[in-house]
């Protein structure tokens, strides 16, 4: 089973010149999955939401590398909101979490850095069958 208290907010290096912002994430350093996939968010339109659903076995970092959105965490007896909105920061999310992403800024972008590639058989999107996977 997994906790809200087990996502993490992630301090990712940050290396700054007068030129800009650079901020390397390096599997098993910091963050403690190695990288299996990486994709990305963007063009979400005014009011709508992601995600609504778990997963049974993959693990996230979500970074707002652009603009800002908000990620609701559920783990069937706990929600939690964080605000993303630094491309320095990121937020962990283990397996068996429901999360949804809300209040995209325009022009908002979430860089998901996961453990595997996709699979579909990975996902919970029946919240009930979530609950049961979580013994709720
Ligand atoms: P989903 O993970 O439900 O998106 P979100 O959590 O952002 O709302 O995926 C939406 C659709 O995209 C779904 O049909 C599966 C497909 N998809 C892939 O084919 N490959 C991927 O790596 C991801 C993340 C999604």
Known sequence: MSSVND???IYLPRIAS???CISPVTS???ISFDIGRVYYLYDVPDGESR???AHMQLQQLLVAVMGSFDVVIDDGREKKRF???RGDQGLFI???IWRELENFSTGGI???LASDIYDEKDYYRDYDAFLR???R
Request: charged share 20%.
């Open 7 to 9: 996502c993490k907010i």
């Open 18 to 20: 007068r030129q800009g």
């Open 28 to 30: 098993c350093k910091d």
């Open 51 to 53: 995600g609504g659903h």
């Open 83 to 85: 605000t993303l909105n």
């Open 94 to 96: 283990p397996k068996l």
């Open 110 to 112: 979430c860089l998901v």
């Open 133 to 135: 996977a979580q013994n």
